[in-house]
């Protein structure tokens, strides 16, 4: 199985501020990496798909990057609506298709 | 306009069983196949099963594998899953969601239901 682990856990920042969240895989997942986001109360929404590809309707704000075992989500300057929990998952080996266990972005 | 609506979650004892819906609709429903994730109190996201698009392959998570049965009926654009032998840890909110065949990640997601396991 491969375990995705993201970095930090919470990551304080200021409306209008960058923010960069983390995920490591395990092993390589090559570009089969997607992120989401998920607000108190409410189901994830896809973000990011291919590792760096923006899902429908998602802002130009939010971008990805990385392959192999190291990806990025950037935030370019965070509206009050961005502050959420972000997950990242794999779908390079499966079963089972993981998760990371959330970076929660919180207002400063 | 895609919408995943689950039903059937509730307060169940230890052991006990549970079946779980979700109504597809603003969609071709046999054209995608479906999964179950669920989400522990205060915890992050756990793929549960998933199931293709005409029920030819199915998978499960090791934590459900002989305890839980994913299945659909594309003639009435629902997906199910049925839930035996319920443990503590099985307590969470379950979603489905939806990803279109041969690609993996999960597009739309239903808005989820609880199920808790508890004497």
């Known amino acids: 199985e491969i375990v995705m682990t993201q970095s930090p856990a919470t990551l304080s920042v200021s409306p209008g501020e960058r923010a960069t969240l983390s995920c490591r895989a395990s092993?390589?997942?090559?570009?089969?990496l997607a992120w989401y986001q998920q607000k108190p109360g409410q189901a994830p929404r896809l973000l990011i798909y291919g590792a760096s590809t923006r899902a429908t309707g998602i802002p130009a704000r939010f971008s990805g990057s990385g392959s192999g075992t190291e990806f990025t989500l950037t935030i370019s300057s965070l509206q009050s609506e961005d502050f959420a929990v972000y997950y990242c998952q794999q779908y390079n080996n499966w079963p089972p298709r993981t998760f990371g266990q959330g970076t929660k972005v919180e207002i400063k | 306009e895609v919408q995943l609506v689950e039903s059937g979650g509730g307060l169940v004892k230890p052991g006990g069983s549970l079946r779980l819906s979700c109504a597809a609709s603003?969609?071709?429903?046999?054209?995608?196949?479906m999964n179950w994730v669920r989400q522990a109190p205060g915890k992050g996201l756990e793929w549960v099963s998933s199931i293709s698009s005409s029920s030819s392959y199915i998978y499960y998570a090791d934590s459900v594998k002989g305890r839980f049965t994913i299945s659909r009926d594309n003639a009435k654009n629902s997906l199910y899953l049925q839930m035996n032998s319920l443990r503590a840890e099985d307590t969470a909110v379950y979603y489905c969601?939806?990803?279109?065949?041969?690609?993996?990640?999960?597009?739309?997601w239903g808005q989820g239901t609880l199920v808790t396991v508890s004497s």
């Open positions: 603003g969609f071709t429903f046999s054209s995608y196949s």
């Open positions: 969601a939806r990803d279109l065949e041969g690609v993996l990640w999960f597009d739309y």
């Open positions: 092993q390589s997942v090559s570009s089969n």
